[in-house]
């Protein structure tokens, strides 16, 4: 697969087949997507990567603490901002309704919003999960290695014939997952990755993000207008 072919290809895929990854594909995966760059080759990147029982058993404790006492749980860390702004703000309600829509799901249901948001804690079905942690010692920048080596992780997975989910939601649940023994003291989880084969059938599958042109977010300053392409 070509690299503009995996990029164009890769999306956020909410809904997987059972079939199984083997562990010898999951480490190519891995192995190609640590080729990214980190700042003085830090490499900041931690993986744990589950499946089989170990998944099961994450899920199964996750899902009952989402179900639970969701109120209890919190990142450590800031992803959106407080309060949203545009044109963030309209971004993300665009992205909400069109998944909600495409699953047939009426924006006043949230009993099924609800039903939808715990199956983030299935790893929408998925056979592999993967688990994204660095030490929490590490600054501001180690976030842009590992922003960078999910990225390759996931184009890593297109060329293997796989699909993904990054999951900034499991980060919520992360003393859930360090009760499990799956995170240290010392590491602060990030996301979580959905890995597995796509379900062609689904209808959250056939949902596209629409993507800001290049004139909508970059601006041009002392290139040659008459070179050309």
Not at 30 to 57: C, F, H, I, M, Y
Not at 91 to 98: D, E, I, K, N, Q
Not at 158 to 176: I, K, T
Request: some cysteine; proline content about 6%; aromatic content about 8%.
């Amino acid at each position: 697969m070509q690299v503009a072919d995996a990029i164009r290809s890769r999306k956020s895929v909410r809904r997987f087949r059972p079939d199984p990854v083997p562990r010898a594909q999951v480490e190519r995966i891995l192995e190609l997507a640590a080729q990214a760059p980190s700042g003085a080759n830090t490499q900041p990147w931690k993986v744990r990567a589950l499946a089989g029982a170990a998944r099961d058993a994450l899920c199964r404790a996750v899902s009952a603490a989402a179900e639970q006492e969701p109120q209890r749980h919190h990142a450590e860390y800031g992803y959106y901002p407080a309060p949203w702004f545009e044109p963030y703000l309209e971004r993300r309600r665009t992205m909400g309704f069109s998944l909600y829509d495409a699953l047939g799901i009426a924006r006043g249901d949230r009993a099924a919003r609800e039903r939808q948001a715990l199956r983030n804690f299935q790893f929408f079905d998925a056979p592999v999960g993967l688990l994204i942690s660095m030490d929490r010692r590490m600054n501001t920048g180690s976030f842009l290695d590992l922003g960078m080596f999910v990225q390759n992780l996931m184009l890593a997975a297109r060329g293997e014939g796989l699909h993904s989910c990054p999951q900034g939601v499991f980060a919520d649940y992360h003393q859930v997952v360090r009760g499990l023994g799956l995170l240290g003291e010392e590491e602060i989880l990030v996301c979580a990755v959905a890995l597995g084969h796509a379900d062609p059938e689904a209808p959250e599958n056939g949902l596209v993000t629409a993507r800001v042109p290049v004139a909508g977010f970059a601006a041009f300053h002392g290139f040659d207008e008459s070179a050309g392409g």
